[in-house]
């Protein structure tokens, strides 16, 4: 009764803003533009990857590519500020929004697939199931794409798993606190076939990214992340870096 009562008063607070977004995210132009717009997003994005920034490693060249898929020009421009070589110097922003780009390409294909299988292929009329299997899979994609580097490097199962519960645990729950709860407040009855469901979907990415941020920036401020590495020093010398960046 009491969680209950608790979502029917945040639905009560967010309607007028539901009341604006949904009839925006439910026209097939809006989802047909978007796509567009990812499109040549995730398209200047392997231009640069290729002509400037081959340097950077293949994890992160893919985080890089689903950041951008989940979020278009928003991701893009992430990108241009905290994962290219050619960054001037670099910060703990730029490395809060490294660390959250790495975070969100694991969580965001978890919430896809969450999102897209239980609500979607399953139909699943209960908002409940839905949001703790998406919640399952969004831990379990996020996990993963830090166990699997560490393994990669040599650390143990056991301390790869850890390390993950350890330094991830709350920026993926404040990611997919606020990621969950948004697609649901504003899709929670569409169908995988409206476009309302694709675009608060898309939206919902986004905002997790959004609240997820200012988390990872103080983990990694306080040492419990050590942040991705700064790619200024993966494309040889600066001075290097900015000759490629004009080529």
């Not at 929004?97 to 609500?119: D, K, P, Q, W």
């Not at 794409?145 to 490097?153: A, D, N, Y």
């Amino acid at each position: 009764m009491a969680l209950q009562s608790l979502v029917e008063r945040i639905e009560h607070a967010f309607a007028p803003i539901r009341h604006v977004l949904k009839p925006i995210l439910s026209d097939p132009s809006t989802m047909a533009v978007w796509a567009l717009l990812v499109g040549a997003s995730v398209g200047v994005l392997w231009w640069d990857v290729r002509k400037r920034n081959r340097a950077l490693p293949s994890l992160m060249k893919g985080v890089w590519t689903l950041v951008v898929l989940y979020s278009g020009p928003f991701g893009l421009a992430v990108y241009r500020y905290a994962g290219r070589t050619q960054i001037d110097r670099d910060s703990l922003w730029r490395r809060g929004f490294r660390s959250t780009a790495h975070c969100y390409s694991g969580c965001g294909a978890g919430e896809i697939v969450g999102f897209a299988v239980l609500a979607g292929l399953l139909a699943l009329e209960s908002t409940v199931l839905t949001a703790l299997g998406t919640f399952a899979l969004a831990y379990l994609f996020g996990y993963a794409l830090t166990v699997g580097p560490l393994m990669q490097e040599g650390v143990g199962f056991g301390r790869a798993v850890l390390d993950a519960l350890y330094s991830e645990t709350p920026s993926i729950t404040v990611m997919e606190v606020t990621a969950i709860g948004t697609d649901l407040l504003l899709a929670s009855q569409a169908k995988m076939t409206d476009p309302l469901f694709w675009g608060a979907l898309a939206l919902s990415l986004s905002v997790g990214f959004v609240f997820a941020f200012p988390i990872n920036a103080a983990l990694v401020y306080f040492g419990v992340k050590e942040g991705m590495k700064n790619p200024a020093e993966m494309g040889g010398d600066r001075h290097g870096g900015r000759e490629r960046a004009t080529d």
